[in-house]
């Protein structure tokens, strides 16, 4: 495999790997979340604030490592830690 094609590689997996997380979130993402949380219990709620905090920090670690930042030494990581 040529020094080429490891990167290309590695950018479909992370575009595929990101179009999964997208397709995961977009079913809560596409309403108002005052709509999604009228059908939750209060843990549910908790839940859902938690899935989304968490999903976030970890989209913003992708972001910072894919450009090229160092996320060890970034506020993310202490929320990641969490």
Not at 56 to 71: A, E, K
Request: avoid cysteine; hydrophobic fraction near 35%.
């Amino acid at each position: 495999m040529s020094t080429e094609e490891v990167p290309k590689k590695a950018v479909r997996a992370l575009r595929s790997r990101l179009q999964t997380v997208k397709n995961h979130l977009e079913p809560i993402l596409s309403r108002p979340l005052s709509e999604i949380n009228a059908k939750l219990s209060m843990t549910e709620r908790y839940e859902l604030q938690v899935l989304l905090s968490y999903s976030l920090n970890t989209l913003y670690y992708i972001y910072l490592r894919s450009s090229g930042s160092d996320p060890q030494k970034h506020d993310v990581m202490k929320e990641l830690q969490i």
